[in-house]
């Protein structure tokens, strides 16, 4: 088992920043493709970023340019770095970890092929 725990939400002005991190234990391995997702009040999650193995990063249309995700394999750690923060990026926001599908695919943005997930961490951007 993968066990993710998110920290460093909170409240914040738009325009302002904020980072999240998430730290994974247990059976962890640099294989695992990491990614963001976020659900607010009445809608569904939603894909936000994610960053393969080897450092590639992906990102949906509305956070790209404002925000950055990273991983420190040797640390076994996950970050997302929020710039220039919108009142619609308020949101929970979830750490997941995706292994190597059939044919050693990865489906960056699809969260239901994420296996592992983190309890949230909740980020309110204020208008």
């Known amino acids: 088992q993968v066990q993710l725990i998110e920290s460093g939400g909170g409240l914040v002005q738009a325009g302002g920043s904020l980072r999240l991190s998430c730290a994974a234990s247990g059976r962890t391995s640099s294989s695992y493709a990491m990614g963001w997702f976020r659900q607010a009040p009445g809608k569904e999650r939603e894909f936000v970023a994610a960053i393969s193995w080897s450092g590639n990063t992906y990102y949906a249309d509305s956070v790209k340019g404002r925000f950055t995700i990273s991983r420190d394999n040797a640390k076994n750690t996950l970050d997302l770095q929020m710039n220039r923060l919108k009142p619609e990026d308020t949101a929970v926001y979830y750490c997941?970890?995706?292994?190597?599908?059939?044919?050693?695919?990865?489906?960056?943005?699809?969260?239901?092929?994420?296996?592992?997930w983190g309890q949230g961490t909740q980020v309110t951007v204020s208008s």
């Open positions: 997941a970890a995706q292994a190597p599908q059939p044919g050693g695919l990865y489906y960056y943005s699809i969260g239901n092929k994420y296996k592992y």
